[in-house]
């Protein structure tokens, strides 16, 4: 926030918010961040939005420090809110695609090296394969990581042929789509553990501030 960033963040019971802190009228949805560590050691409060939709298992609560309603509305923090899930998938295909839920490295330097080196291979793998798949109209969102990395492989360990067919990783990588088909039954990997039915994150404790707490806020504004 001291440089000027805006968030978006998912919070849960272990979040302890207030709500009317201040003595002016406060527009509907804004909250306070102020653990008691902070109080004593005269640290401001973080005015916050606190947003709620209701997501595919239960409810999901947002906080962002964009106050208006015009800058971030409800339904754009749920969109942005949505779209984390491309992050999380990306998260898993490199834990259990591209087989690195565990670094091979003994120090935290060489694990920072590995894991950098790392990303960036996977994200040339997906680059290489995307690229050859919108040559034949394929979107993005089609290629299986999984099949681009068996593409390369192969590539690799029959470098010989590949030299006399240049052209064969590139039909390889093209290749490595998804599967269209309508499933009978749901695609369960053997890693997953079976999905919660109630949400992972309930709801923030949201507590009406004491007659201290806003005195103390108020004595805060007064001497800032």
Do not use: C
């Amino acid at each position: 926030m001291d440089h000027g960033h805006s968030f978006l963040i998912r919070v849960g019971a272990n979040v302890h918010l207030l709500k009317n802190l201040g003595t002016a009228r406060q527009s509907h949805g804004v909250v306070y961040l102020w653990p008691s560590q902070a109080a004593r050691k005269r640290q401001p409060p973080l005015v916050l939005r606190l947003l709620t939709f209701q997501g595919p298992r239960g409810k999901v609560y947002l906080v962002t420090n964009i106050l208006s309603n015009r800058d971030l509305s409800a339904r754009q923090a749920g969109q942005l809110y949505r779209l984390r899930w491309g992050v999380e998938l990306q998260f898993r295909t490199f834990k259990q695609t591209f087989r690195r839920s565990k670094l091979r490295s003994r120090t935290a330097d060489n694990a920072l090296v590995e894991l950098h080196w790392s990303l960036v291979g996977l994200s040339l793998v997906q680059l290489f394969a995307v690229k050859e798949q919108i040559k034949v109209d394929s979107p993005p969102e089609h290629s299986s990581v999984a099949l681009a990395l068996s593409a390369i492989q192969d590539a690799m360990r029959n470098w010989s042929r590949m030299t006399s067919d240049p052209a064969a990783l590139a039909r390889q990588l093209r290749a490595a789509r998804k599967d269209t088909y309508q499933r009978t039954r749901k695609k369960q990997g053997r890693y997953r553990p079976q999905i919660k039915d109630k949400p992972s994150a309930t709801e923030p404790i949201l507590r009406q501030a004491t007659a201290r707490q806003r005195r103390d806020y108020h004595a805060f504004r007064m001497a800032a």
